[in-house]
């Protein structure tokens, strides 16, 4: 068997393969393996490739291929926290691929200087991320409106902004400050239900107040 093709993204490494004796109506895998390579600069396009087969009695066949050639596209972005970038944010990148239907998963964590990006197929996708701790309240960042590629998908920021709770505990009858105490913070409600914090888990803690009985 020969393949051949004309399409000029296409370049055939190993056109020819063998197949040895073949029965009648039989069914047999090749003795080696045809193989192509598609020029890294290939647009998304199908390719056409051509079957020969021939036997040793003066047979011959021909068999039309087609392969479709997928390009990745690009999503990235800067996760930042009160305005500056930050590093080791998990960045989670997931949607319904265009071509298979298959839902599919993408995993990052921002870098140094708070970048992130995705190499991603055809297909409509959500991005979110998650501080690596949980020593401080952040309201998570989650981009609801779906972005859908191609084209490149680029400078698709996440934000982050630091929460700060403070107040005071008192004797309900004094009015005097409770030292002693302890503070718990968690979330609870229709926030709780944020995308981000359904894999991750809410943001949650404790504190002691000071010797005035505030705390922050």
């Known amino acids: 068997a020969t393949l051949t093709s004309a399409d000029p993204m296409v370049s055939i490494v190993d056109g020819a393969a063998a197949f040895g004796d073949l029965p009648a109506l039989g069914e047999k895998q090749a003795l080696d393996t045809l193989a192509f390579a598609i020029a890294p600069a290939s647009p998304a396009h199908t390719a056409a490739f051509t079957l020969n087969i021939t036997d040793t009695a003066g047979g011959s066949w021909t068999d039309s291929i087609q392969v479709r050639v997928r390009v990745p596209t690009r999503i990235s972005g800067v996760v930042?926290?009160?305005?500056?970038?930050?590093?080791?944010?998990?960045?989670?990148?997931?949607?319904?691929?265009?071509?298979?239907?298959?839902?599919?998963?993408?995993?990052?964590?921002?870098?140094?200087?708070?970048?992130?990006?995705?190499?991603?197929?055809?297909?409509?996708?959500?991005?979110?991320?998650?501080?690596?701790?949980?020593?401080?309240?952040?309201?998570?960042?989650?981009?609801?409106?779906?972005?859908?590629?191609?084209?490149?998908?680029?400078?698709?920021?996440?934000a982050f902004t630091t929460v700060t709770r403070a107040g005071r505990v008192t004797d309900a009858k004094t009015g005097a400050p409770l030292t002693a105490a302890t503070v718990d913070y968690y979330v609870i409600g229709d926030a709780a239900k944020n995308v981000g914090w359904r894999f991750w888990g809410a943001p949650r803690g404790s504190t002691t107040v000071a010797a005035d009985g505030r705390y922050s």
Not at 128 to 135: D, E, I, L, V
């Open 80 to 158: 930042t926290l009160d305005g500056f970038p930050v590093a080791g944010y998990a960045v989670k990148c997931h949607g319904w691929d265009a071509d298979t239907g298959a839902y599919v998963w993408h995993d990052t964590f921002s870098a140094s200087d708070g970048h992130y990006r995705f190499d991603v197929l055809d297909g409509t996708y959500t991005v979110h991320a998650w501080p690596p701790t949980s020593g401080y309240i952040v309201a998570p960042s989650y981009r609801p409106v779906p972005v859908t590629t191609p084209p490149d998908q680029t400078n698709y920021d996440l």
